[in-house]
């Protein structure tokens, strides 16, 4: 099996920043892409950002230019930078790595890690 095991959730004010980190580790040697997604109660899932192995990445509307997503440590490892929070990306973040097989994709998910912007 796959596990994700995320850190660097926390409190922070307006306008700081926080580092997300998501190590994949398991039976997968490497996914096709790896991401982040966040959730508030009652509402879907949105793409925060996510990269693939050829180190394409996206961005969800509301963070364009304000977060970095990036792979290393052979590519397992994904870290989301995010810069000048605001009180609205208030959420919990959702690691996720996805393996397509053929025409279907089997998803991976973290257990989430909170991130709190207030003053």
């Known amino acids: 099996q796959v596990q994700l095991v995320e850190s660097g959730g926390g409190l922070v004010q307006p306008g700081g920043s926080l580092r997300l980190s998501c190590a994949a580790s398991?039976?997968?040697?490497?996914?096709?892409?790896m991401g982040w997604y966040r959730q508030d109660p009652g509402k879907q899932h949105e793409l925060v950002a996510s990269?693939?192995?050829?180190?394409?990445?996206d961005y969800g509307d509301s963070v364009k230019g304000r977060f970095t997503i990036s792979r290393e440590n052979g590519k397992n490892t994904v870290i989301l930078q995010m810069n000048n929070l605001k009180p609205e990306d208030t959420s919990v973040y959702y690691c996720?790595?996805?393996?397509?097989?053929?025409?279907?994709?089997?998803?991976?998910w973290g257990h989430g890690t909170r991130v709190t912007v207030s003053s």
């Open positions: 398991g039976t997968i040697s490497s996914f096709n892409s």
């Open positions: 996720n790595a996805k393996k397509t097989y053929g025409v279907a994709d089997a998803n991976f």
């Open positions: 990269i693939t192995s050829d180190d394409l990445a």
